[in-house]
């Protein structure tokens, strides 16, 4: 389960290919990360609206079980209607965001690397709003709703 170019070659990131993603939290290996990437998930968590209330200790907390995951372009990370156990922290690469009521798809946002995605579901306890599809290889954070 090599990592692939996303991590540099550093870590034995695991690696998803297609498909749809929503990982068990508990499958994905515990791996500390690089004070670099703590500090990446700890900017985009702090910089999301629901979380503006955590203060540093807690923002550190969520870091430090934060797990990495690289995954293919095409790979679904949230399906609209599901129901949400993990948040994302989109490291690298692009996703692309979907409504798909009545059965059609519209793309209706893209998000850039260091946001945030499934945190509606997480914090209000709901299934997931809208389907998120890596645009390119992705770098994510996994952190579970536990967590919270």
């Known amino acids: 389960r090599a990592g692939g170019g996303l991590d540099g070659g550093k870590t034995s990131m695991p690696r998803a290919r ?6 068990s939290y508990d499958q994905l290996p515990e791996e500390a990360l690089s004070s ?5 998930v700890i900017s985009a968590v702090e910089s999301n609206t629901y979380f503006t209330c955590l203060d540093s200790e807690q923002l550190e907390n969520i870091a430090s079980v934060a797990r990495p995951l ?3 372009a095409g790979t679904y990370i949230t399906k609209q209607g599901t129901e949400g156990d993990n948040l994302y922290v989109l490291a690298d690469g692009r996703a692309d965001v979907f ?6 798809s519209k793309r209706i946002a893209s998000i850039p690397a260091g946001r945030v995605i499934g945190d509606g579901a997480v914090v209000f306890d ?3 709003s809208a389907t998120v599809r890596a645009s390119t290889p992705c770098k994510l954070f996994v952190v579970s709703r536990d967590v919270f």
């Open 18 to 23: 297609g498909g749809f993603v929503e990982p």
């Open 36 to 40: 670099e990437d703590r500090a990446l």
């Open 70 to 72: 690289a995954i293919d």
């Open 99 to 104: 409504d798909e009521l009545k059965g059609r």
């Open 126 to 128: 709901r299934s997931r």
